[in-house]
Every structure is written in structure tokens, then in C-alpha cells.
């Protein structure tokens, strides 16, 4: 398996602008997650899915921020309207759970989200 | 999920053991204590994980006190390969249902000299 895929590896945009990120999970992984790691803030999470579907999302930011998964294979972390603060590093990971005593968490490459 | 407690960094010599230490004072019983790396610009990576009982794998060793107040990573012949930032938590695994989050700290910087 290729492992977590992101893209765009490196996404440079104005503030203002809709920013959407991609992920594609490891195959037949059943948990999905997104990271945000900031020097300041370190390694966050902001949101994570189970079978699809969102568990929990208390960590995102605020409302410019959504994040859907539409199948298993694929998942989106949009932010509209995109500001500097939300400069970061954006990882995905998965997991799969079914099966598993423990749950180790596979990680993308991440994003590197530049708003100027 | 407990709290965790690591030294912000440390550095070893090339080829000798580095043992990362990390306290979890406020464990319970049904705590899990894991291990991750982050090399530099990559995404974290799971090195080990364990309850009780001393753990090796093929990464790391993991000795967790008795008491399970605390844990030590070792890495048993350090590479410049290792030089990243090393993350303990503790969380309740619940295997195939519940709370599935890791909850990152701010880690140890491991440095390793050649």
C-alpha cells in the first residue's frame, strides 16, 4: 500500500481565498483523522471520522473550517475564507480498528498551508 | 487521557543507547502508554506501545515502572536517523469501539551526535 496520501504537498494562497485539502486513507482503514501542527500550538486534532462518518470535531477551529468524507477512500478539510493565522502544517492519518488490540495511526506527508 | 511529562530535549552520541524518559504520574489502570516519532517534515510515526509488561520491537524498547508512573524508550544503538522529536501518551485503548484520539504534547527533541 502507498501509505496516507496528501495533496496538495504545498498550497501557497491569499488571505481570502478557499483553501481545500485531500487526503486518501490507507485501504480499508475505518478511522480517518486530521491533524494541524503549528510551532505554537504544536500538533493538533481537529477532527476525526469513524466509517465515515464525523465523531468528533471539537477541535476545529471555527466555522471556516468544515471537513467531509464522502467514501472511505477520500476525505476534504476545507477552509473559506482562508486567513494567515491558518498557516500550519495539515496532516491525515487513518487507522484501522477491526481486529486490532491497540490503534496505531498512520500518517500522510502533510500539507503545508501558507495564506499570506 | 493522563498527562505526560518529558524533558524538552536531550542528545546522544551516535551508536550508544538513547533512553527518552517520560512521566505519566496520574496513569490508570486501563491506560495504555504509546510512543511516536516525528523526523523532520514527515508525519508522526508509531514506534511502540504497551500496558504493563516491557515491550521490544524491532524500533524500541519500552520499560514501564511498576508503579506505571513513568516509562523509558530505548533505542538500542542510536542512527542520525533518529534524531526527531519523540512523543509519549497515555490513552485508554478501547480496540474496536470509543475514543480513538491521540492527544500529542510538545515531546523530546532527541539529537543524536556523531
Known amino acids: 500500500d502507498a501509505g496516507v496520501i496528501q495533496s496538495p504537498r504545498h498550497e501557497v494562497t491569499e488571505m481570502g481565498q478557499e483553501v481545500t485539502l485531500r487526503c486518501k486513507p490507507i485501504?480499508?482503514?475505518?478511522?480517518l483523522f486530521w491533524y494541524r501542527q503549528t510551532m505554537m500550538r504544536g500538533l493538533e486534532l481537529l477532527i476525526y471520522?469513524?466509517?465515515?462518518?464525523?465523531?468528533?470535531d471539537s477541535g476545529m477551529p471555527e466555522d471556516r473550517f468544515s471537513a467531509k468524507m464522502p467514501n472511505a477512500s477520500f476525505s476534504t478539510l476545507k477552509i473559506q475564507p482562508s486567513e494567515p493565522r491558518d498557516s500550519a502544517v495539515y496532516f491525515c492519518?487513518?487507522?484501522?480498528?477491526?481486529?486490532?488490540?491497540?490503534?496505531?495511526?498512520?500518517f500522510g506527508p502533510g500539507t503545508r498551508l501558507t495564506v499570506l | 487521557d493522563a498527562k505526560t511529562t518529558q524533558p524538552p530535549s536531550m542528545d546522544c552520541a551516535e551508536g550508544r543507547a538513547a533512553n527518552l524518559p517520560c512521566n505519566h504520574s496520574?496513569?490508570?489502570?486501563?491506560?495504555?502508554v504509546y510512543w511516536y516519532r516525528q523526523i523532520h517534515s514527515q508525519g508522526p510515526q508509531y514506534i511502540i506501545h504497551?500496558?504493563?509488561n516491557n515491550e521490544t520491537n524491532e524500533m524500541a524498547s519500552l520499560i514501564i515502572t511498576e508503579d506505571r508512573k513513568s516509562s523509558t524508550l530505548i533505542l538500542p544503538h542510536a542512527t542520525l536517523r533518529d534524531t526527531a522529536v519523540y512523543y509519549c501518551?497515555?490513552?485508554?485503548?478501547?480496540?474496536?469501539?470509543?475514543?480513538?484520539?491521540?492527544?500529542f504534547g510538545t515531546g523530546t527533541r532527541l539529537t543524536i551526535i556523531p
Open positions: 485501504s480499508g482503514h475505518d478511522y
Open positions: 504497551g500496558l504493563k
Open positions: 496520574t496513569i490508570s489502570g486501563n491506560e495504555y
Open positions: 492519518a487513518s487507522t484501522q480498528t477491526s481486529g486490532r488490540p491497540y490503534n496505531e495511526q498512520f
Open positions: 471520522f469513524n466509517n465515515n462518518v464525523p465523531i468528533d
Open positions: 501518551i497515555v490513552r485508554v485503548d478501547l480496540s474496536n469501539f470509543g475514543n480513538e484520539k491521540l492527544t
